[in-house]
């Protein structure tokens, strides 16, 4: 049973930076795409970034140019840089394989844009 947990969520204001992880309880980066997603309540969960197994990214229109995800193999970790937040960025955060979510959700952690 892999584990996935999330973190890195807070409250900042409009234009603020800020980096999520996810750390995995054991190696399951080597041979999954990756990806970020994003939930806000009442609201179906979206995508929000995905990385391929060889490094290879893609992200959603309403994120583009501002987050940017990577991964540390060694580490079982991915990450999403988020910059120049927008109130509308307010969601929780999780992370699980991409473009099928495999593995059972994580808590996520929750980002909140408020002036």
């Known amino acids: 049973q892999v584990q996935l947990v999330e973190s890195g969520g807070g409250l900042l204001q409009p234009g603020g930076s800020l980096r999520l992880s996810c750390a995995a309880s054991?190696?399951?980066?080597?041979?999954?795409?990756m990806g970020w997603y994003r939930q806000v309540p009442g609201k179906q969960r979206e995508s929000v970034a995905e990385?391929?197994?060889?490094?290879?990214?893609n992200y959603a229109v309403s994120v583009k140019g501002r987050f940017a995800i990577s991964r540390d193999n060694d580490k079982n970790t991915v990450y999403l840089q988020m910059n120049s937040h927008k109130p509308e960025d307010t969601a929780v955060y999780y992370c699980?394989?991409?473009?099928?979510?495999?593995?059972?959700w994580g808590k996520g952690t929750l980002v909140t844009v408020s002036s």
């Open positions: 699980n394989t991409s473009p099928i979510a495999v593995y059972d």
């Open positions: 054991r190696s399951i980066f080597n041979f999954n795409a």
């Open positions: 990385i391929s197994s060889g490094g290879s990214t």
